[in-house]
């Protein structure tokens, strides 16, 4: 249920509470594979996120993603986690086709807002790349590897 919004007067004078809808996340058509589609998976991301951002393995921004896998330097086991919630879709829809010619994993996760809350910004952001992780965040690392 949405949550209680104005108190509005009804016909008869009583207070009416009218309710808001719950807020929908819009999700780019070409969003797969969705960490959302598997139990906990996106927790699990944005803490792998939030762990390479503390270690500074880690860029952000479309702009540098992309130039990091054109250059080829992503290496082996990075991960690339995309936000599906971006409008237009025009800014992010040569990512997926990038990145599956340099053979670079990529996951989305439903939030640019939650994505950039990770990365310890106040900004939303669309794109980042987990370049390593250290072996304590192995097992995690090879969890969201198997989705992707």
Known sequence: EGKPAKRAKGEDGEAVEATEAPAVRLSIPIAHPSANDHENLTK????LVKYATKNKSMVRGIKEV???????KAGKNA??????D?????????MPMLLEEKWVQYIWVPSRSDLGAATLSKRPTSAVIVKSVPEDKQDSMK?????V
């Open 79 to 84: 991960l690339v986690v995309l936000a599906a």
């Open 86 to 94: 971006i409008s237009p879709l025009d800014v992010i829809s040569h």
């Open 44 to 47: 699990k991301v944005l803490s």
């Open 143 to 147: 969890k969201v590897m198997k989705v």
């Open 66 to 72: 992309t130039k990091i896998a054109r250059k080829g």
